[in-house]
Every structure is written in C-alpha cells, then in structure tokens.
C-alpha cells in the first residue's frame, strides 16, 4: 500500500507532547522523501515538516522548528513526527505525505494520508 497511514493523534494539554506514526509500505520506502502538513479549521494547509530518503535532510517550518522532531525507520517504512511543547494553535488535522522532491508545497507531493486529529486544549 502506497498510501500513508497515520496514527496517534489526540487530545493533550497545552505544554505537552504526542507522537505521530505514518506507515507507508512498498519497495520503494526508503527512496522517497517523507513529511507532514497540517490544516487547522477556516485555514489552508500548511507544511509542517519532511525528511529526506536517507534521513539526513531535515526542514521545519519556523512556526514548529525547536519543538518538533520529524525522523524515520525505514526498515520499519515508518515516519514519525514528535510534538513537544505543543501549544494551542498547533490544533489541526496533521497528514502524513510521500514525494520524490525536497519541497514544502502540497505539489511537491504525491500520496497523503488521510490525517489525524491533533488537539491542543489551553
């Protein structure tokens, strides 16, 4: 299956932490680059973060960086994304992506999930 598969997402309190997975199965895991966008309510998609195929190239976008940690396992065809000192305005529908660029738009990739709610509460 191509197509990510996110998980764990949920509710947590402002301050904390959780951890997302996205499985993404097929030969070809480990030559694609990985990553994640969010879309909070009356709001665009935004990216979030992404990792290369090797896992040495990682990016953040500044609203996230110092807080986020995005990594993967590519013999588990696994990517993470774990969210530390999450605030309220991190509340959104995170989607686990797959692409063959090293991009930050939602055109620069090809397979998305079909997200996970994060919630923040205050």
């Known amino acids: 299956q191509v197509q990510p598969v996110e998980s764990g997402g949920g509710l947590v309190q402002a301050g904390g932490s959780l951890r997302l997975s996205c499985a993404a199965s097929g030969r070809t895991f480990s030559s694609v680059v990985m990553g994640w966008f969010r879309q909070a309510p009356g709001k665009d998609r935004e990216f979030v973060a992404r990792?290369?195929?090797?896992?040495?190239?990682?990016y953040y976008a500044d609203s996230v960086k110092g807080r986020f940690t995005i990594s993967r396992d590519n013999a588990k065809n696994t990517v993470y994304l774990q969210m530390n000192s999450l605030k309220p305005e991190d509340t959104a529908v995170y989607y686990c992506?797959?692409?063959?660029?090293?991009?930050?738009?939602?055109?620069?990739?090809?397979?998305w999930g079909q997200g996970t709610q994060v919630t923040v509460s205050s």
């Open positions: 990792i290369s195929w090797s896992g040495g190239i990682t």
């Open positions: 992506v797959r692409g063959v660029r090293l991009g930050v738009t939602a055109y620069d990739y090809d397979y």
